[in-house]
């Protein structure tokens, strides 16, 4: 258990996906640093921190996303950090084998959801001349997982928008970092096959999955105001997996 404190009091986070998984353990997270909290997912909390709101957003809606920025500043008066966690893998398989409507719905969740809440919510962001977010990729996106194609297109999707946003947003004080993490023991890794789980595992030179409280350190400290000379860029969270 990390010794490190943060004091977010007076701030508001956005954590999209913090239903359940990573998301959750961020928002517990923030929580627990005194910030505000608002959960969009399109499932329930399993879980709410007291003083926290849920609301109802199928990232891919824009109409829905617009409806919890207004619910948010509602609540707490604007938006300080956001959080990205939503997420699907759908099946692994090759791509002569893959549904195309299955590959789209991927990439709209893990890709296109991005850009979205990005167009919502930086906005808010520049009325208070502050804001950290942290977009969740993976080292899919960085390696190319063979049989999860849609996946890693789609996060290295996201590493590429993290850069280019966070050079639009550079001379602001608004930092745009994301978190690239090798395979994290939460639920998503249901849907995937336990023999592409193991091959997971076996890559890391640790021998282990990743754990939800490691991410949600990670997101505190890209989200306090110590990280200053840090934007665009893509953070390793992979047990030395990594080769670059």
Same mark, same amino acid.
């Given at each position: ?17 913090g ?17 505000? /909290?608002?959960?969009w *997912? ?8 007291? &003083? ?5 957003? *199928? ?9 919890a ?18 997420g ?11 549904d ?6 991927? /990439?709209?969740? #893990?890709l296109?959801?991005?850009f979205? =809440?990005?167009h919502? /919510?930086?906005p ?14 993976? =080292?899919?996106g ?17 590493? &590429?928008?993290?850069?280019? =946003?966070?050079?639009?947003?550079a001379?602001?004080?608004i930092r745009?970092n994301?978190?690239?993490? !090798? ?8 849907q ?17 999955l990743?754990w939800?409280?490691? !991410? ?5 400290? =890209?989200s ?5 000379? #840090?934007?665009?860029?893509v953070? *390793? ?8």
């Open positions: 258990m990390s010794n490190v404190t943060y004091d977010f009091s007076g701030r508001t986070a956005v954590v999209t996906g239903a359940a998984g990573i998301g959750a353990e961020i928002a517990r997270h923030y929580a627990s640093a005194g910030a505000n /909290v608002a959960i *997912d399109l499932s329930a909390p399993e879980d709410t921190p007291d &003083g926290a709101i849920a609301c109802k957003v *199928d990232i891919c809606r824009p109409g829905q996303i617009a409806a920025v207004a619910d948010t500043k509602a609540a707490f008066g604007g938006i300080d950090f956001l959080s990205y966690n939503a699907f893998a759908g099946p692994t398989q090759p791509v002569v084998d893959s195309p409507a299955t590959w789209a719905r991927v /990439v709209d969740v #893990n296109t959801g991005t979205y =809440l990005a919502a /919510v930086v808010v962001m520049q009325e208070r001349g502050f804001g950290r977010i942290v977009n969740m990729a993976s =080292l899919a960085k390696e190319g997982t063979p049989n999860a194609s849609a996946y890693s297109a789609s996060k290295a999707g996201v590493i &590429g928008f993290t850069k280019s =946003l966070a050079k639009e947003l001379q602001t004080d745009v994301c978190i690239a993490p !090798a395979a994290i023991k939460t639920a998503i890794l249901d995937m096959t336990p023999e592409f789980v193991q091959i997971m595992i076996d890559k890391s030179p640790m021998k282990r990743g939800v409280e490691e !991410a949600a350190r990670m997101v505190m400290w =890209l306090s105001e110590d990280c200053t000379f #840090n934007s665009g860029a953070f *390793d969270l992979s047990g030395g997996r990594a080769t670059y």
